[in-house]
């Protein structure tokens, strides 16, 4: 198991890390994900035979947030 923190800018409420949650919950090798809109930081668990960094990342700005 690998754990990553990516750094989200865009999280403005609730409502968008629920909806990073969400989406990286369905991601398959997602183990656990965790968003926070008030530090902007997503923190993943995750399964590395399956999935990486790279990945998860794209993921995100997928919902239109910026990773940086
Ligand atoms: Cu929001």
Do not use: N, P, Y
């Not at 198991?1 to 409502?15: S, V």
């Not at 949650?21 to 809109?37: C, I, P, S, T």
């Not at 008030?38 to 700005?61: G, K």
């Amino acid at each position: 198991m690998e754990q990553a923190t990516l750094t989200a800018k865009g999280m403005h409420c609730g409502g968008c890390a629920s909806r990073i949650e969400q989406a990286l919950g369905h991601v398959e090798g997602v183990r656990q994900v965790k968003a926070d809109h008030t530090s902007q930081q997503v923190e993943v668990a995750f399964d590395e035979a399956t999935l990486d960094v790279a990945t998860i990342r794209s993921r995100v700005e997928d919902l239109g947030f910026e990773v940086v």
